[in-house]
């Protein structure tokens, strides 16, 4: 016999578990990653040929040139197309293919064996041969190419507010806010940017036989599951609120979810639609970012408040509970004071200062990142940077780094002391630039360089290059005179084995610091020698000490000695 069908009420109750079930079932999360526009953008406008017409090209052309072109791109292979057909200097193509490479996750040794290797060439052909054994992921390479135009320029908004190349606006004061915000650390941004582009995105992973003659996608364009790997590149995630963050082409796979991101169990493939509809659906607000970290990471109580002053000093990281990676800290508004911090918190984080103002900040421990927005009149010495040293909008500040490369956009009088393995990067509305050898050392330097992969060769401190559009105008660096050059001494005891300066100093710079050690020489053999009486050498001596005070107070280094001081201890109440 017939089962009855169910009633109205049996049928509605159905329907509330099966909604029931959904609503346990935990919801995945993406965001789009935060290294990918920090370190990977470059902040210059990126080539017109950059477009996506040049970049869907480019992905079929590939498709055709079998090893060397898909699924891996090797550098001649690039250097073909970029400047064959892209129109690109050949220092620009390796400009971006060499700063694709920094993002990729590679080991410290395998790092330290690049290195090394280079270090045994004796010649710019060799360098080259060694180059032409590099390859990136095809896929990712365009996904890269394309996000550069994060960074492209509006001629409307140039028109109507802040952008490149508009001249920026200098304020000197704590309390004068600014419109601007560096694109590239604005996590907010990055997010509109993925949602405004995502169809473009995807178009270019796809087969060209995916797409119509016009090269638009139709309504059955499929997606490889190979493509949809590239999009590691971009995103990541979690399930629920598991802390645990996955890759999105795991997510895209996990069995719950298989119907809504599109998946076919017959082809393998992604259907193109349904996949943007569900990354759409699924990216929001990236949890390890700088908003969130400011919002609701942990306030740290590095800097004290200084009288005077409007603006009160802001330290925020969430390296207390972000894995590994996603490690970010904050600085803002720390002024007049000394700042030394050397933790385990703070290795592979991330570092974001912000107009910070006539101080001295040592961060001593191996970093992932560091940008410097808006600083005046402060000196800045960190641990080896395992990727990036980026300053913007500063005015004469002094960086002391070993890094993997230093970059430099709308700042005057500023100096670098820096090891760098790649050549550091001119950009944008710059003037009065000086380049030094790294001149310090502190007892931990050498294992953190070890941890970072940063070796003492290559180092092209010295061999600085413009990319910005208006660096042929007149020079905006110089390389620092020798008889200028001073070491710097870190000024804390630490436990270490380091005590010197790694892979030494250069040699007109190392003779310059040996003729002053002989002049003081000099001297002291003079004055031991002059006979003066025991009231004599008490005049003499007040009268040094009298003109070294004055020296400080004039140059200002008495701020940063005195600084060094630890703060009196609050005095206790009395039992």
């Keep these: 016999p017939a089962h009855p069908r169910p009633g109205p009420l049996v049928a509605a109750g159905a329907a509330e578990r099966r909604r029931g079930a ?81 993002l990729l996750e590679r080991t410290a040794e395998e790092r330290l064996q690049w290195a090394e290797e280079v270090s045994h060439c004796k010649s710019e052909e060799e360098i080259d041969k060694l180059k032409n054994k590099l390859s990136v992921d095809t896929l990712q390479f365009l996904l890269f190419l394309y996000v550069q135009q994060l960074n492209k320029v509006s001629l409307r908004t140039s028109l109507i507010g802040e952008e490149w190349p508009s001249p920026r606006s200098r304020s000197p004061d704590l309390d004068v806010k600014s419109n601007f915000q560096s694109k590239n650390m604005d996590d907010h941004n990055h997010l509109a940017f993925i949602l405004s582009h995502l169809s473009d995105l995807l178009e270019l992973l796809l087969d060209p036989g995916q797409l119509t003659i016009s090269a638009h996608t139709t309504h059955d364009s499929m997606i490889s599951a190979q493509a949809v790997r590239a999009l590691n590149f971009l995103f990541e995630g979690s399930i629920g609120r598991n802390e645990a963050i996955h890759p999105v082409h795991e997510l895209a796979f996990w069995q719950p979810i298989l119907a809504i991101t599109g998946y076919s169990k017959l082809s393998k493939m992604f259907h193109f639609h349904k996949l943007e509809a569900w990354l759409r659906s699924v990216l929001g607000p990236n949890p390890f970012g700088t908003a969130v970290c400011f919002q609701k990471g942990k306030k740290l109580a590095w800097a004290q408040q200084v009288e005077g002053t409007t603006k009160r000093a802001k330290i925020a990281c969430n390296t207390y509970t972000a894995p590994k990676g996603h490690k970010v800290v904050i600085m803002t508004q720390v002024y007049k004071q000394t700042l030394a911090k050397s933790s385990e918190q703070l290795v592979g984080a991330h570092v974001k200062i912000h107009r910070c103002n006539d101080c001295f900040i040592y961060l001593l421990s191996p970093l992932r990142s560091v940008s ?197 201890a609050p005095k206790q109440m009395a039992s």
């Design 372 to 568: 410097i927005e808006k600083c005046r009149n402060t000196t800045f010495v960190f641990g080896p940077v395992e990727t990036t040293v980026h300053i913007h909008g500063c005015d004469d500040v002094k960086v002391i780094v070993i890094c993997r490369r230093l970059s430099v956009s709308s700042s005057s009088s500023c100096t670098f002391h820096c090891l760098a393995t790649t050549r550091p990067l001119i950009m944008s509305g710059n003037s009065s630039l000086t380049f030094a050898p790294y001149h310090t050392y502190y007892p931990l330097l050498e294992d953190h360089m070890a941890r970072t992969g940063i070796a003492t060769i290559p180092n092209y401190w010295n061999k600085p290059v413009c990319v910005g559009v208006d660096n042929n105008e007149m020079p905006v660096y110089q390389l620092l005179p020798p008889k200028d050059f001073y070491v710097f001494v870190t000024p804390f005891e630490m436990q270490g084995d380091s005590v010197e300066i790694p892979g030494g100093l250069p040699l007109p710079y190392e003779k310059a610091i040996k003729h002053r050690e002989q002049k003081i020489q000099n001297w002291q053999k003079i004055v031991k020698e002059a006979g003066l009486s025991k009231e004599q050498r008490r005049l003499f001596q007040n009268l040094v000490e009298q003109e070294f005070c004055e020296w400080l107070d004039q140059t200002g280094h008495r701020q940063q000695l005195d600084s060094l001081i630890p703060a009196p």
């Design 22 to 102: 959904e609503m346990e079932q935990p919801r995945v999360r993406l965001w789009v990653k935060y290294e990918t526009f920090v370190i990977g953008v470059l902040q210059i406008p990126p080539p017109s040929k950059f477009s996506m017409h040049y970049l869907r090209k480019m992905a079929t052309y590939v498709r055709t040139k079998g090893d060397g072109g898909y699924p891996c791109l090797s550098w001649p292979m690039w250097r073909h197309i970029a400047c064959g057909k892209l129109q690109l200097a050949e220092n620009l193509a390796w400009l971006y293919f060499e700063t694709f490479d920094i």
